[in-house]
């Protein structure tokens, strides 16, 4: 199982960014596949979850309506829509495969990419 992340840049308050992971090795048909980010001093943050069953998106609260977890199914890639960014999203973004987006899902991961580095600047 391989997940690559790319797409990770300097971006200021407010804006947009499209974070991409394709993954090898599974189907992301077949398996949930979850965004996470972990930035110094804070608790690792389940930023969002894709279940493959029903195609139902969940998302942490603070990111809901400007966030927007996709997969295209053809590249077996998964992709992170980041609007209306603010100062305290700046983090590492990692997109993993998990077994299900139920619980404590970011803390069951079954596997997980090298991350991305957003930063978001005033």
């Known amino acids: 199982v391989q997940l690559v992340e790319s797409g990770g840049a300097s971006v200021k308050t407010g804006g947009s960014l499209r974070l991409s992971c394709p993954g090898s090795?599974?189907?992301?048909?077949?398996?949930?596949v979850g965004w996470i980010r972990e930035a110094p001093g804070k608790e690792r943050e389940g930023v969002a979850c894709l279940s493959p069953e029903d195609g139902n998106a969940a998302y942490l609260n603070s990111v809901k309506g400007r966030f927007t977890v996709s997969v295209d199914s053809a590249k077996n890639t998964v992709y992170l829509q980041m609007n209306n960014l603010k100062l305290e999203e700046t983090a590492v973004y990692h997109c993993a495969e998990v077994s299900s987006c139920s619980g404590d899902w970011p803390d069951a991961l079954d596997a997980w990419g090298q991350g991305a580095l957003v930063t978001v600047t005033a």
């Open positions: 090795g599974f189907s992301f048909d077949d398996r949930a």
